[in-house]
C-alpha cells in the first residue's frame, strides 16, 4: 500500500532543470512527497515532481511561503546558483537542515563579496572592481582587455570580454541590467587554459573528484566567454595539481565548508592558477552524470546527505578519458534533435541530454541558458574522442518547430566536415 501523503516526509525541490529529475527521483525512493518550484509552466522535472508551484526560486518570501503551507522537511537545489541562497534562507528560517548557513549562501552567489573574500585570504585570483553605476567605470584602472559580470546572475548570463572603452561601456550597461541589485564586475582577463575542478568539502580535508579543460569558443574572437564542452581529465602538471589541492583547502576554509560538494573555476599559466569562480554545489548541465561515470561517486546522493547534514562518505575515485560537447543554437524556436539515438546505438555516444522541450524560445545569448543538449565520447585516446566527436557533430541535425537547421555551427570550426 503507498504511504498516505499526509504521513510522508516533504521535500521542496527548487528549480525544475534536467539534473533535478533525477534529484527527484531520489528523493522519492527515500520516501519524500516532491514539490517542485518553477516559474515555468513546463519545467523539464515536473512530470517527475508530485506537485509543481508556479513561483520564482529567486523570490525568497514565495518560496518560504510554499515551504511553510506544505510542512516542509527539506527544501533543496542541487544545481542552481541562486536558488541554493534561497534554499539556505528557508531552512535556516524554518529551523531545517541545510549544507551551509544562508550568510554563507549570499557570500558565495555574490561575485562581489566572493571576490572579496577570495582577496582576503590569499586565494589567486584576478585583480577586479565592482561598480553599481555606469559614470563610476573611469576609476576601475584595469588594463584592457577586461571581463565584465553581473555580480548575482545565474550562469554565464552577461559574462562579456571588452577590448575597448566603447565596449566596456556597453558591457557595463548590460551587466547592471541584468543583475538584481544593479551591481557589475570588471576583472582583467587571464589568458590561458580554464579548467573546473569538482571536489567535496570535508571536515579538515577536501577530497578532488574530477578535472575538466574547457573547450573554448574560438570563432567569435573575444565577445562571449562561453565553452563547447571539456576535455576529462584536464591535462596537468605535477606541480599543478598540488597548487589546485591547495587553493581547494583555501577556498573550504575561507566560506567554512565541511560537508559539501562545491566546483572551482579557473585559469592556469604553465604552473600559475586564477580562481575565476567557485559554487558549493553540484554544477549544472552534464555535471552530475559525468561525475559519476567517471569517478563512480553519486555525487546527487552526496548532494542529499549534505542538505540533511549527514556525513558524506565516499570510496574510492576511478577515472576515465572523455569529453563533452555542448549544443548552442540560433534564435527560434526549439524543434528537436535527430541523429543521437542512431549515433548511441552504434557505439559512438556515450550518453546524451536533451536540456530544452520542444517550442522553447531561445534568444540570441550564447550563455548556458541557451544550451539545448550535449553528449559525451570516451575512448583510450585523446585521437579517439576527437574522432567520435567530429562523426557526431557531422549525423546530427537540431531544428527549430519548422525543420530548419538552427545549431549556431560556426561554433564548432574543429568539427566541420572536411
Not at 576583472?187 to 574530477?210: K, P, R, S, W, Y
Request: charged content about 25%; overall charge neutral.
Amino acid at each position: 500500500m503507498l504511504q498516505d501523503v499526509k504521513c510522508q516526509k516533504r521535500a521542496v525541490i527548487l528549480g525544475g532543470t534536467s539534473p533535478h529529475i533525477e534529484l527527484i527521483q531520489k528523493l522519492k525512493i527515500r520516501g519524500y512527497y516532491t514539490i517542485l518550484v518553477d516559474y515555468l509552466e513546463n519545467p523539464l522535472a515536473k512530470n517527475m515532481a508530485d506537485k509543481h508551484v508556479r513561483e520564482s526560486t529567486l523570490d525568497l518570501e514565495k518560496v518560504y511561503e510554499v515551504a511553510k503551507e506544505n510542512n516542509a522537511d527539506l527544501v533543496i537545489s542541487a544545481c542552481i546558483d541562486q536558488a541554493n541562497a534561497t534554499a539556505c534562507y528557508v531552512a535556516e528560517k524554518l529551523g531545517l537542515p541545510a549544507p551551509y548557513s544562508y550568510d554563507t549562501a549570499k557570500k558565495v552567489t555574490n561575485k562581489k563579496l566572493m571576490k572579496q573574500i577570495f582577496k582576503e585570504n590569499l586565494i589567486p585570483t584576478a585583480d577586479f572592481y565592482t561598480l553599481d553605476h555606469i559614470s563610476q567605470i573611469k576609476n576601475a584602472e584595469l588594463p584592457f582587455p577586461v571581463v565584465v559580470k553581473p555580480t548575482d546572475c545565474n550562469s554565464s548570463k552577461g559574462v562579456r570580454r571588452a577590448d575597448t572603452g566603447k565596449e566596456l561601456e556597453k558591457y557595463v550597461e548590460m551587466a547592471l541590467h541584468l543583475s538584481r541589485t544593479h551591481c557589475a564586475i570588471i576583472e582583467t582577463f587571464c589568458e590561458g587554459t580554464e579548467i573546473q575542478v569538482d571536489c567535496i568539502a570535508q571536515t579538515n580535508t577536501v577530497n578532488i573528484l574530477m578535472t575538466r579543460q574547457k573547450k573554448k569558443i574560438t570563432d567569435e574572437k573575444g565577445l562571449v566567454l562561453q565553452s563547447v564542452g571539456s576535455w576529462i581529465p584536464a591535462a596537468l602538471s605535477k606541480e599543478l595539481k598540488s597548487k589546485i589541492e591547495l587553493v581547494a583547502l583555501k577556498i573550504a576554509s575561507a566560506f567554512k565548508l565541511t560537508n559539501t560538494p562545491f566546483f572551482f573555476q579557473a585559469i592556469v599559466q604553465e604552473d600559475n592558477i586564477f580562481v575565476l569562480e567557485f559554487a558549493p554545489r553540484i554544477g549544472g548541465g552534464l555535471s552530475t552524470y559525468l561525475i559519476k561515470a567517471v569517478t563512480g561517486i553519486d555525487i546527487l546522493d552526496v548532494a542529499i546527505e549534505s542538505y540533511l547534514n549527514r556525513e558524506i562518505v565516499i570510496d574510492k575515485v576511478k577515472e576515465k578519458n572523455c569529453a563533452t560537447t555542448l549544443l548552442y543554437v540560433n534564435p527560434g524556436k526549439f524543434g528537436g534533435i535527430t541523429g543521437l539515438d542512431k549515433m548511441k546505438e552504434q557505439g559512438i555516444i556515450m550518453e546524451y541530454f536533451i536540456y530544452k522541450s520542444g517550442g522553447t524560445v531561445i534568444d540570441s545569448d550564447v550563455s548556458s541558458n541557451n544550451r539545448v543538449g550535449s553528449f559525451v565520447v570516451e575512448g583510450k585516446t585523446t585521437e579517439e574522442v576527437a574522432k567520435k566527436e567530429k562523426a557526431v557533430m557531422q549525423n546530427i541535425r537540431v531544428v527549430d518547430t519548422e525543420g530548419k537547421e538552427i545549431l549556431k555551427k560556426e561554433l564548432y570550426g574543429l568539427y566541420k566536415a572536411d
